[in-house]
């Protein structure tokens, strides 16, 4: 997945769509390979996962000014070895978040990075507020959010304190030395521990950017 592409709303809008159609008529294939629960690797097996049926989530995706609301559904399978099942999430989702993964770590190593961002101007566009939209929002036919209502909420800051977080533990292993090419930003940190989790973000986050997923996602 190329997340410099996929972080445009208008463009996650329609992978979202098709992921749902997908499972909707039931030609998706699980991409998970391990069995989350009994560690079944699939690959050396002679019965594949089971598909089980369809989760609904929704997703926040951030187009332009707005954070539109848009309607998904997830497959689940069910493991040959121990009978139970998972959803498999795809790669521009991240479980037990409604933003996607592709924005959530360009704004996250946008901010890691940058030493002039903090949280506050990480979750502005042009230097003005995103809005969150009330009612039905957008219709994920029509990826536009011009249509939309806005509310009186706004994406908080808080939002990206905590994406720095969930990034962080999903790092790759073998990245413990910061890549060149996302150096860390001074003064992001005023513990050993924060300093740790921005690391953290910024080797998942150059993982992401390089087109690998780097997280073996839970179910």
């Known amino acids: 997945m190329d997340i410099k592409t996929s972080a445009d709303g208008h463009v996650l809008i329609r992978l979202i769509d098709g992921h749902s159609e997908s499972v ?6 699980c991409t998970a390979t391990i069995c989350c629960h009994c560690g079944l690797n699939v690959a050396l097996s002679p019965t594949p996962f ?11 995706v951030l187009v332009g000014s707005y954070v539109c609301k848009v309607p998904a559904l997830l497959a689940r399978w069910r493991c040959p070895h121990c009978g139970r099942t998972f959803t498999d999430y795809p790669p521009f989702s991240c479980p037990h978040k409604a933003y996607t993964l592709p924005q959530m770590a360009a704004r996250a190593a946008t901010y890691v ?22 009612g039905p929002g957008v219709k994920s036919a ?8 806005p509310s009186l909420s706004t994406l908080a800051h808080t939002s990206l304190f905590r994406w720095v977080t969930t990034l962080s533990r999903h790092a790759p292993r073998r990245s413990e030395t910061p890549p060149a090419d996302l150096p860390l930003a001074a003064r992001k940190y005023a513990s050993e521990q924060r300093r740790s989790i921005l690391i953290g973000c910024r080797a998942a986050c150059s993982a ?12």
């Open 113 to 134: 990075c940058n030493k002039t961002i903090s949280y506050r101007k990480g979750v502005r566009m042009a230097n003005l507020p995103i809005f969150y939209t009330q």
């Open 50 to 60: 089971a598909f089980h049926g369809t989760r609904s989530r929704r997703f926040l």
């Open 208 to 219: 992401l950017l390089s087109g690998h997923v780097p997280v073996s996602l839970p179910c």
């Open 142 to 149: 029509q990826p536009s959010c011009t249509d939309a209502i």
């Open 24 to 29: 909707r008529r039931r030609t998706i294939t």
